[in-house]
């Protein structure tokens, strides 16, 4: 599957913005997405995860309550709804897909993702 993240932008502290990811191909219903961040000088973060079929999430502890991750199969489409934003949510935002084998259904782990588009910048004023 390939993605492609979009949506980024430059946005008031308090503001909102949505970020998209679409998939190409088929098979976009049988992953787990995830949306991860990287700031400058920092390690890829994980920001949330949706399950196959959107019925299970899970977030990271710093966006948890002011971000919603949510996907549409039938568009082969997974967003990512930011509110409240922070200076700190500053980064390039990417997405990621997965077909966890075993375990849990998802993993916080960027190295476990099989598929990344390619980065969108978000940068939050203060």
């Known amino acids: 599957v390939q993605l492609q993240a979009f949506g980024g932008g430059l946005v008031p502290a308090g503001g909102s913005l949505r970020l998209s990811c679409a998939a190409s191909g088929r098979t976009f219903r049988s992953y787990v997405m995830g949306w991860f961040r990287q700031a400058p000088g920092k390690e890829r973060e994980f920001v949330a995860a949706i399950s196959s079929g959107g019925g299970r999430t899970s977030y990271g502890d710093s966006v948890k309550g002011r971000f919603t991750i949510s996907r549409e199969n039938a568009k082969n489409t997974v967003y990512l709804q930011m509110n409240s934003l922070k200076p700190e949510d500053t980064a390039v935002y990417y997405c990621?897909?997965?077909?966890?084998?075993?375990?849990?259904?998802?993993?916080?782990?960027?190295?476990?993702?099989?598929?990344w588009g390619q980065g969108t910048l978000v940068t939050v004023s203060s």
């Open positions: 990621a897909a997965d077909q966890p084998i075993s375990g849990s259904w998802y993993s916080h782990l960027a190295w476990e993702y099989d598929h």
